[in-house]
């Protein structure tokens, strides 16, 4: 067993700061490409205390952030048929659409949406409400996915016959793939990979970031000495010019991560192209329900499709997933974007950049 509180001890936090800094040869600009690396680098207040040569990008690791207005449209489509009640997490329910919408909006104006802490609540839900189909909102990457073909199976056993999933998962090393691809994006040193979705997928599949991009990179852990452990060891691959895929998180990631896991999500989901905001389709980057599962999924269901739709008016959310703008550079920031009035998922989401910026006033 491990000691949690070992990793914000203080004392061993300046002792890796020190060795931080004393490592630091040159400018580092590294990416986390998780929310709750985003929030931990912020709560732990490593933010303002990190040496002033790094350099913290968020990518795309915010599950609601990269849901694309496409998918957000939908939702709001799926909440307006008759006969049906959407269950949701609450972080989907301020996230504005391109017409100024919001599940909450549409709430207000008689849709039927119940905020859930649990998708097996939504089967619940089903059984309570046998008159309406229940429409799981399932948004998120490998992390969460398992969880949502476990209820789904469990709808299954249950011979549930009026509960769908709108299934907007994602897989993160595609769009990995996708960002270092982009001739655009901005120069990286380093990649902080997600704790969470590691204990999942494992360390495998992200080799590619070092054959194929020579992207140093390192699975990290969430608590202050964990992401500056991580930031140490990104130091050392630059001072040595050799990227490696690095596990700093071994108290929770096992190389070949959770098979268990990996084996239920893959029983009910395939892989398929996947939308993310800001990005647009990206090759085998999402999930779909295996045909088996067909009845399951809520947009064959009810006869709906995904539509074209136009970007959020005048929110930089899609550039701030690519690590291109940093939250306090959009111009809407702390003006006419607050998370009181979130113009954009960024602001929204307990997970997003933006949020996190203004929180914590950077
Ligand atoms: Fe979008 Fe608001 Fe963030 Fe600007 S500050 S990118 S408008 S969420």
Known sequence: MFNQEAFHNPELCAKLLDKLEANLKQPLTFMEVCGTHTMSIFQSGLKGILPKDITHLSGPGCPVCVTHDSEV????????????????????????????????TAQANGAKISVLYSPFDALELAQKKPDHLIVFLSVGFETTTPLIAATIQSAEALKLNNFAVFCANKLVPPVLSALLSDKEAPKLDALLLPGHVSTVIGVKPYEFLITDFKMPSVIGGFEPADILESLIYMSEMQNTGKPKLINQYTRLVAENGNPKACAVMNEVFEVCDGLFRGIGSIPEAGMRLREKYARFDALKRLGLTLKPTKPLAGCSCGEILKGKMQPNKCPLFGKICTPANPVGPCMVSSEGSCAAYYKYNV
């Open 73 to 104: 449209m939908a939702f709001l489509d799926i909440a307006s048929q008759d006969k049906v009640i959407v269950a949701t997490f609450g972080d989907l329910m301020r996230v504005p659409s391109p017409d100024g919408r919001s599940l909450k």
